[in-house]
């Protein structure tokens, strides 16, 4: 039975939370920064239409996408030290950390690589042509005119992704992990103040969250600021509004 | 000079250019009138390869580039020979008017910027637009935008301007602007091939009119001639759509 609401707890929650916070921002940092590194090696096949590179880029991205995050954990952590096995390679004893570092930079791998061919693909073909007009090889025309462009439409939804990221941690405790969460079932079981333990939880998700959205916002506006329309219309954005979606395709090319 | 010869390219099924035969000598302003979908543009994006074509060559001067497959160096050759001012402008919308004419400068021809900046802003002052040169395309009108593509073209010093329907996206009140930013330049004895709706100015600034339908060269001449006496039933036809009411009686 829980005990009686005391709003004293959530207090009293909210540092033996924040001792754990590290471990929970360790997860996300490194699996992010995993993440832009395969999620960018994922995209190549499928940027230059490579033909069966391309294929096993779509089947993995579907199967991050498809399967629930809590799975992928478990198939991680049992199924990898399997495979591993075969090539003797011996994971057993690494400490659970890694796999649920390696499933997220997995999923977010997975995710990654969809922002940045649907970043890619959102930049006007128009400015394309006009750079190849003048002259501009396909790997001017990409570091010039594409990547600086894809890299201010892909802000908003890189955004998204590394607070989903952020959010998606809290799972890791079912393999045993000590983050925030972890922490939380811990406190919750000790003194029976389960309520207390999570709204102190939430509210520390949420200040994160928020933290990181208003970064986020001020990063597109900072890398947009060449587009007067978009950044006012950024500065206007309240902050109860999720990150702006943005257009995916950009307008075909051909004009005329 | 440049010569177009056979020129041919087919989309799925439909053969959109057939065998074009074209020469445009230096200095001359070619205009090229046609209905939707005769092909005027496709001709255009061949003569710079955006489009590749299926068989025909693309001479200028003395350099030939042929069929489908040229290598990469004749593309790139071509490209640097030739520029295009395009309906929608096109232009960097990351990089200032004055950035977006250096660009072609600094990092095609490899100028140093010093100059390169020299020449854009001339071209620029050109245009009409030397207190803009730090606007992004996104703080400038669409004539202003497009006066910024003519300037980009305009300073690679191509030999041949490739226009297609430059004003065709424009507020009514903006087109004037850009039309007589290409008289002017069409005086100064740039070559150019021009696509536009606009017979005013075809008949004005052209030297010789094209028209195309179905992607053929229906028949060519002097304005005059093409305007006042069409030898082809199609092209008669195509004017008096156009310009319904006889405004050729002077
Ligand atoms: N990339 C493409 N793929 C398939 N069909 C195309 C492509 N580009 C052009 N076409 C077709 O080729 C034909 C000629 O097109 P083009 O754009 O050259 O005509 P146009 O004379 O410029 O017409 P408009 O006056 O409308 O600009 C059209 O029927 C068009 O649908
Ligand atoms: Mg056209």
Same mark, same amino acid.
């Given at each position: 039975?829980?005990?009686?609401?005391?709003?004293?707890?959530?207090?009293?929650?909210?540092?033996?939370?924040?001792?754990?916070?590290?471990?929970?921002? +360790?997860?996300?940092?490194?699996?992010?920064?995993? @993440?832009?590194?395969?999620?960018?090696?994922?995209?190549?096949?499928?940027?230059?239409?490579?033909?069966?590179?391309?294929?096993?880029?779509? +089947?993995?991205?579907?199967?991050?996408?498809?399967?629930?995050?809590?799975?992928?954990?478990?198939?991680?952590?049992?199924?990898?030290?399997?495979?591993?096995?075969?090539?003797?390679?011996?994971?057993?004893?690494?400490?659970?950390?890694?796999?649920?570092?390696?499933?997220?930079?997995?999923?977010? @791998?997975?995710?990654?690589?969809?922002?940045?061919?649907?970043?890619v693909?959102?930049?006007?073909?128009?400015?394309?042509?006009?750079?190849?007009?003048?002259?501009?090889?396909?790997?001017?025309?990409?570091?010039?005119?594409?990547a600086?462009?894809?890299?201010?439409?892909?802000?908003?939804?890189?955004?998204?992704?590394?607070?989903?990221?952020?959010?998606?941690?809290?799972?890791?405790?079912?393999?045993?992990?000590?983050?925030?969460?972890?922490?939380?079932?811990?406190?919750?079981?000790?003194?029976?103040?389960?309520?207390?333990t999570?709204?102190?939880?939430?509210?520390?998700?949420f200040v994160?969250?928020?933290?990181?959205?208003?970064?986020f916002?001020?990063?597109?506006?900072?890398?947009?600021?060449?587009? @007067?329309?978009?950044?006012?219309?950024?500065?206007?954005?309240?902050?109860?509004?999720?990150?702006?979606?943005?257009? +995916?395709?950009?307008?075909?090319?051909?004009?005329? | 000079?440049?010569?177009? $010869?056979?020129?041919?390219k087919?989309?799925?099924?439909?053969?959109?250019?057939? !065998?074009?035969?074209?020469?445009?000598?230096?200095?001359?302003?070619?205009?090229? %009138?046609?209905?939707?979908?005769?092909?005027?543009?496709?001709?255009?994006?061949?003569?710079?390869?955006?489009?590749?074509?299926?068989?025909?060559?693309?001479?200028?001067g003395?350099?030939? #580039?042929?069929?489908?497959?040229?290598?990469?160096?004749?593309?790139?050759?071509?490209?640097?020979?030739?520029?295009?001012?395009?309906?929608?402008?096109?232009?960097?919308?990351?990089?200032?008017?004055?950035e977006?004419?250096?660009?072609?400068?600094?990092?095609?021809?490899?100028?140093?910027?010093?100059?390169?900046?020299?020449?854009?802003?001339?071209? %620029?002052?050109?245009?009409?637009?030397? $207190?803009? %040169?730090?606007?992004?395309?996104?703080?400038?009108?669409?004539?202003?935008?497009?006066?910024?593509?003519?300037?980009?073209a305009?300073?690679?010093?191509?030999?041949?301007?490739?226009?297609?329907?430059?004003?065709?996206? %424009?507020?009514?009140?903006?087109?004037? !602007? #850009?039309?007589?930013?290409?008289?002017?330049?069409?005086?100064?004895?740039?070559?150019?091939?021009?696509?536009?709706?606009?017979?005013?100015?075809?008949?004005?600034?052209?030297?010789?009119? #094209?028209?195309?339908?179905?992607?053929?060269i #229906?028949?060519?001449?002097?304005?005059?001639?093409?305007?006042?006496?069409?030898?082809?039933?199609?092209?008669?036809?195509?004017?008096?759509?156009?310009?319904?009411?006889?405004?050729?009686?002077?």
């Amino acid at each position: 039975m829980s005990r009686r609401f005391d709003i004293q707890y959530v207090f009293e929650f909210i540092p033996k939370l924040l001792a754990y916070l590290n471990i929970t921002l +360790l997860i996300v940092g490194s699996s992010i920064v995993l @993440g832009l590194l395969i999620g960018l090696i994922v995209a190549l096949p499928r940027l230059y239409n490579t033909p069966v590179l391309k294929r096993l880029s779509q +089947l993995y991205v579907s199967f991050f996408r498809g399967t629930p995050i809590l799975i992928q954990l478990f198939l991680v952590y049992y199924g990898l030290p399997e495979v591993l096995g075969w090539i003797h390679i011996d994971v057993s004893r690494l400490a659970v950390l890694y796999f649920v570092i390696a499933t997220y930079a997995l999923n977010s @791998g997975a995710f990654i690589s969809e922002m940045i061919r649907a970043s890619v693909a959102a930049v006007d073909r128009g400015q394309i042509e006009a750079a190849h007009s003048i002259g501009m090889s396909g790997y001017q025309t990409f570091t010039r005119v594409i990547a600086p462009q894809a890299l201010g439409i892909s802000i908003p939804l890189f955004g998204n992704l590394v607070i989903g990221n952020l959010k998606d941690t809290s799972l890791a405790f079912t393999l045993g992990v000590m983050e925030m969460t972890g922490r939380s079932q811990t406190l919750g079981t000790a003194t029976q103040h389960f309520i207390e333990t999570y709204i102190a939880l939430s509210l520390i998700y949420f200040v994160i969250s928020f933290g990181l959205e208003k970064g986020f916002q001020w990063m597109e506006r900072y890398v947009n600021r060449f587009d @007067g329309h978009r950044s006012e219309q950024m500065l206007r954005a309240s902050w109860r509004r999720p990150l702006r979606a943005v257009p +995916l395709l950009g307008k075909g090319g051909k004009s005329g | 000079m440049i010569q177009l $010869s056979g020129l041919s390219k087919t989309f799925g099924t439909q053969q959109v250019l057939k !065998e074009i035969d074209l020469t445009v000598d230096k200095g001359e302003v070619v205009v090229i %009138l046609g209905p939707s979908g005769s092909g005027k543009t496709t001709m255009l994006r061949c003569i710079n390869y955006l489009e590749r074509p299926d068989a025909g060559e693309v001479r200028i001067g003395h350099l030939a #580039v042929q069929g489908k497959h040229p290598s990469r160096r004749d593309i790139h050759q071509l490209r640097q020979r030739t520029a295009m001012v395009f309906q929608q402008y096109n232009l960097f919308k990351h990089r200032t008017a004055l950035e977006n004419v250096m660009e072609g400068l600094t990092v095609v021809q490899r100028i140093p910027r010093s100059e390169a900046r020299e020449i854009s802003a001339r071209m %620029l002052e050109k245009v009409g637009l030397g $207190s803009k %040169l730090d606007h992004y395309p996104g703080q400038l009108s669409g004539g202003q935008q497009q006066r910024v593509g003519i300037a980009r073209a305009l300073a690679l010093n191509p030999e041949v301007i490739l226009f297609d329907e430059p004003t065709s996206a %424009l507020d009514p009140e903006l087109v004037g !602007e #850009v039309l007589e930013v290409i008289r002017r330049i069409a005086r100064e004895g740039i070559t150019m091939i021009v696509v536009t709706h606009e017979m005013g100015f075809a008949r004005d600034v052209a030297n010789r009119v #094209v028209f195309m339908d179905g992607g053929i060269i #229906v028949e060519e001449g002097q304005p005059e001639e093409i305007f006042q006496r069409p030898r082809e039933e199609r092209t008669r036809q195509f004017l008096q759509r156009i310009m319904p009411e006889p405004n050729y009686s002077i």
